[in-house]
């Protein structure tokens, strides 16, 4: 098994849209315990199912389905 996080079997793709969100919102909070830590990410989370999950999902459909129009060739963001 590789040690790359992006061949982790514990990891979907779709984490990684989750998680560099989670990175920027965390790096300008400042907490002062592992209970306000937990409350505050479960909060925010909570926050994004509206429109950052639908929005993510969204993307994902317009990239497969320009993969599929291009014969899966190379598709760029």
Not at 14 to 36: A, M
Request: charged share 25%.
């Amino acid at each position: 098994m590789s040690d790359d996080p992006a061949n982790s079997s514990d990891l979907a793709t779709s984490d990684f849209h989750l998680f560099s969100e989670l990175k920027n919102w965390l790096g300008v909070q400042s907490f002062q315990k592992n209970k306000d830590i937990q409350s505050s990410v479960k909060a925010h989370l909570t926050s994004l199912v509206a429109t950052f999950f639908e929005e993510g999902i969204g993307n994902l459909v317009h990239r497969y389905d320009k993969c599929l129009h291009l014969h899966g060739d190379y598709v760029e963001k």
